[in-house]
């Protein structure tokens, strides 16, 4: 297991972490989801010794990760870490190399993996002549051509175009596959909960839900009731006892109704406003279970 227990971490009064603690098994895929600012590169940092937490500690198979575990880990930074004139083969067979791959294998390495990620017309191009998604993929050789005991990778997937997406996500797989732990965060929740098996969402400090997405749901209590009323005044279903309006646009609207109420009484309500097209239940998806997640609790008796 790849373990993050109980990460605390400041910039001066900014108190960003306050207790993180989540874990990676394995051959399993996590997606790191949270706001912009919720401390994901930060806590991604503190794995890599990068930043020193104020309290808790990761563990990779229940020891504290050490310079030595980390060279064995694939990472990623936010902030890109290539060399601009440097040719974009030398460049992936340099980082195999730094992780510990002699020069044979590294260029052999290097060479599988820009061909893999659909580089191999530019593998003697210098990298900053590649576009910003393609300095992307180089990155990503980078992080995977050591074959790396562990992934850790910040925001891998923004960027990329649908090829780029399918080849990483393709790769990453395969690592899981051969027992890797992947660990990446993103602003693609589409994707993350397409690809991964776990999730956690990091909101004001803390893991507020981790699980698969499957469980997050049901801690979110069920399913949303979209109902399509092409005709229907706006606001239509904000007065009706027992359900919150998610989300309205043109006449296609998704509500949440309380465990007792009576979704019938909400088809009559639609109904007297206009034809109803579309009237379901639906499993609420990983942005809305998100967006729930990282709302800030009203105290009781305080309106929103
Ligand atoms: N070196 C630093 N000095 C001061 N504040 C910092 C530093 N690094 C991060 N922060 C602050 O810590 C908070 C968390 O930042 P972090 O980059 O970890 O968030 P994030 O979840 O990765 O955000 P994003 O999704 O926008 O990349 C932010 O408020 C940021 O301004």
Known sequence: MLEFDGLRKSFGSNQVLSGVTFAVAPGSM??????????????????????????????????????????????????????????????????ARLHGLDSGAAARAATEWVDRLGLGERRGDPVEKLSLGNQQRVQLAAALVSRPEMLILDEPFSGLDPVGVDALAEALLEQCRAGVPVLFSSHQLDLVERLCDSVGILARGEMVAVGTVEQLRRQEGGRLLRVVVPDAPPHWAAELPGLRVVSEQAGDTLLDLDGGADDQAVLAAALATGRVTHFAWREPTLVELFREAVAVPTAPGVAA
């Not at 989801?33 to 198979?61: D, F, P, Q, Y």
């Not at 310079?67 to 930074?77: H, L, N």
């Open 30 to 95: 996590f997606g790191f989801c949270g706001a912009n600012g919720s401390g994901k590169t930060t806590t991604m940092r503190i794995a890599m010794g990068l930043v020193r937490a104020e309290a808790g500690e990761v563990r990779w198979h229940g020891r504290p990760l050490d310079g030595e575990v980390r060279r064995r880990i694939g990472y990623m930074p936010e902030e890109r870490g290539l060399y601009p004139k440097m040719k974009v083969a030398e460049q992936v067979a340099y980082f």
